[in-house]
């Protein structure tokens, strides 16, 4: 079968033939719908280097953003049926630890003793014909479009546990929220925020198209410039936002949330461009919080599937075929796309 294969560090990915995976024990073959691309791969093959360990290190197959079709159960696998649509949630962690109990494998307390960090992140992932995915993460979708629903594994349920952890700063009337950078996982957020808060969602990028989009699914942008701040708080009645959600994770987003957050208001770091800020006690504003977040909960991917089984998702995607899976990865790079590029193998 055919596979986007990561072989080695700082090196762009090839198009390989692999032998098609068995499933072992507790796991299930899928047929891959949907493959979604990521910024995360990116930094996989073009950022890191082995001094991001053992895990992480080549060759495996790349693709972390999977849905597909149930081909093959593996020995002990009971309740799921052939044929059958599922989501799989890319984190793998011990399956013991408290945390890996409430399905939150992100923050296995065991992490640094597994083998890998996710399908995809270290085990082969979803760029192929087929994969392996362990029974317990998969979600099911129904009679769902499984190649537009393959991005909610991250690019839906990463913005949605970030929001669902600032629900309480959301609460009651008059709230405000911000989304800044509206890529794939900024523009789920926009409709995110609507389909489960009140609040009044502005949102900015340097893209005006993609500005665009985010006014489509009902959000208030404000374009870049010496005076954002000032309007931005102008808007809120030179009180600040009340949640905050960086997508970019750079030195002047996170000082963009810094200097628009109300009191007591919340900004969350979604992004992993890993800028450095400074904060001081006299400059931040009273209670105000600031925090980081990493994907989410097998939990929460339901809930995620559900918004989008009941139409209140709709996620943006370009389709490519196998044949074409290097140029998603090049059409990301390059900053051409506003959605999610999804791979679709068998399209």
């Not at 649509?85 to 399956?95: D, T």
């Not at 270290?122 to 479009?145: C, H, I, K, Q, W």
């Not at 970030?162 to 309480?168: G, N, Y």
């Not at 009337?173 to 890529?183: D, F, N, R, S």
């Amino acid at each position: 079968m055919k596979a986007v294969r990561f072989t080695a560090w700082k090196t762009f990915p090839t198009i390989e033939e692999v032998a098609r995976p068995k499933p072992g024990p507790g796991e299930v073959l899928l047929k891959i719908a949907g493959a979604g691309a990521c910024h995360s791969d990116v930094a996989i093959f073009e950022q890191f280097d082995e001094n991001m360990g053992a895990q992480l290190a080549p060759s495996y197959t790349l693709g972390h953003e999977n849905s597909g079709w149930v081909e093959e159960l593996g020995e002990g696998v009971t309740g799921i049926e052939l044929g059958d649509a599922y989501l799989s949630y890319g984190p793998i962690g011990c399956g013991q630890c408290p945390a890996c109990s409430r399905g939150q494998d992100t923050y296995c307390h065991n992490a640094a003793q597994q083998p890998y960090l996710a399908t995809g992140l270290g085990r082969d992932g979803g760029m192929a014909e087929y994969m392996t995915v362990p029974a317990r993460n998969l979600v099911p979708l129904g009679d769902a479009d499984p190649v537009a629903a393959a991005p909610l594994s991250d690019a839906g349920l990463t913005p949605y546990h970030a929001i669902k952890l600032s629900l309480p700063k959301l609460a009651g009337g008059g709230k405000t929220a911000l989304v800044i950078g509206l890529g794939g996982l900024g523009q789920m957020a926009v409709q995110i925020l609507t389909a489960i808060t009140g609040a009044k969602v502005y949102a900015t990028d340097m893209k005006p198209e993609a500005m665009a989009e985010a006014e489509r699914a009902g959000a208030i942008t404000v374009a870049s410039g010496d005076d954002q701040v000032a309007r931005i708080r102008e808007l809120t009645g030179g009180q600040g936002v009340d949640a905050v959600f960086d997508f970019v994770g750079i030195s002047p987003t996170i000082k963009l949330a810094q200097q628009v957050v109300r009191r007591q208001g919340r900004i969350t770091v979604v992004g992993v461009a890993g800028g450095p800020t400074s904060w001081d006690f006299f400059s931040n504003p009273y209670e105000a919080e600031l925090t980081n977040t990493y994907w989410g909960t097998i939990e929460e991917l339901y809930e995620v599937v559900a918004l989008y089984r009941a139409g209140k998702l709709s996620p943006n995607v370009t389709r490519y075929t196998m044949d074409q899976a290097l140029d998603a990865y090049r059409d990301l790079h390059d900053g051409k796309l506003s959605g999610r590029a999804v791979v679709t193998p068998h399209a």
